[in-house]
């Protein structure tokens, strides 16, 4: 059977639903690892990524479903799910894409101020202390902090932010083209008539 036809359609549905389970269980294990090696010590940030890797994981699970059984109501839900996923996603990732540097910074100095684990952690893996400048009476958990010889994490991060902003950007499109992939898919894969069904069971 030439591709563009039921089997075809349906390998292509499955293969993409698999790849999006693999994506949500990275996410998740990934979370869970930096969490329990003490790379991120901030639950609300692991708990973030583990929720987005479990949505994921059930909208993977109910378009693998869905096409696996020839399923009209999960792939229409699943149609449904990805295309409110894909404006989100895409908005997000053109956003990131049309930052400056001035809105970088004013969004870095508001997560800075939100969290006191957060900075923790910067303060730890950038091996810097303070966002705009160092207050002595501020416990630093940066290793520096012992000679007083850090760099303010603002610094630090200025150095980064616009290459993992565009890389971030980046990847975002990448997936919400296939997740746009995902709906034409589900929605052609639903008007196809199942070549094993009877020739009469489908309208």
């Given at each position: 059977?030439?591709?563009?036809?039921?089997?075809?359609?349906?390998?292509?549905?499955?293969?993409?639903?698999?790849?999006?389970?693999?994506?949500?269980?990275l996410?998740?294990?990934?979370?869970?690892?930096?969490?329990?090696?003490?790379?991120?010590?901030?639950?609300?940030?692991v708990?973030?990524?583990?929720?987005?890797?479990?949505f994921?994981?059930?909208?993977?699970?109910?378009?693998?479903?869905g096409?696996?059984?020839?399923?009209?109501v999960?792939?229409?839900?699943?149609?449904?799910?990805?295309?409110?996923v894909?404006?989100?996603?895409?908005?997000?990732?053109?956003?990131?894409?049309?930052l400056?540097?001035?809105?970088?910074?004013?969004?870095?100095?508001?997560?800075?101020?939100?969290?006191?684990?957060?900075?923790?952690?910067?303060?730890?893996?950038?091996?810097?202390?303070?966002?705009?400048?160092?207050?002595?009476?501020?416990?630093?958990?940066?290793?520096?902090?012992?000679?007083?010889?850090?760099?303010?994490?603002s610094?630090?991060?200025q150095?980064?932010?616009?290459?993992a902003?565009?890389?971030?950007?980046?990847?975002?499109?990448?997936?919400?083209?296939?997740?746009?992939?995902?709906?034409?898919?589900?929605?052609?894969?639903r008007n196809?008539?199942?070549?094993?069904?009877?020739?009469?069971?489908?309208?």
């Amino acid at each position: 059977m030439v591709c563009g036809g039921f089997t075809c359609t349906r390998n292509a549905l499955c293969a993409l639903n698999i790849l999006y389970a693999l994506v949500s269980l990275l996410l998740i294990g990934v979370a869970a690892g930096g969490k329990c090696v003490g790379l991120v010590s901030s639950i609300r940030v692991v708990a973030v990524v583990i929720c987005v890797g479990v949505f994921l994981f059930l909208v993977a699970l109910v378009g693998l479903c869905g096409a696996l059984k020839h399923h009209q109501v999960l792939l229409f839900f699943y149609m449904i799910v990805l295309f409110v996923v894909f404006v989100l996603q895409f908005s997000v990732s053109c956003a990131c894409l049309a930052l400056n540097k001035e809105q970088q910074n004013h969004l870095l100095e508001a997560g800075w101020n939100k969290s006191k684990s957060t900075q923790r952690d910067v303060e730890q893996t950038l091996n810097c202390c303070g966002f705009l400048s160092l207050n002595s009476s501020d416990a630093c958990a940066a290793s520096c902090a012992a000679t007083r010889s850090c760099e303010t994490c603002s610094s630090m991060i200025q150095r980064y932010a616009g290459e993992a902003l565009r890389f971030v950007g980046g990847v975002g499109l990448f997936f919400s083209f296939t997740e746009i992939l995902g709906v034409w898919l589900a929605r052609r894969y639903r008007n196809l008539k199942d070549p094993r069904s009877n020739p009469g069971a489908f309208l």
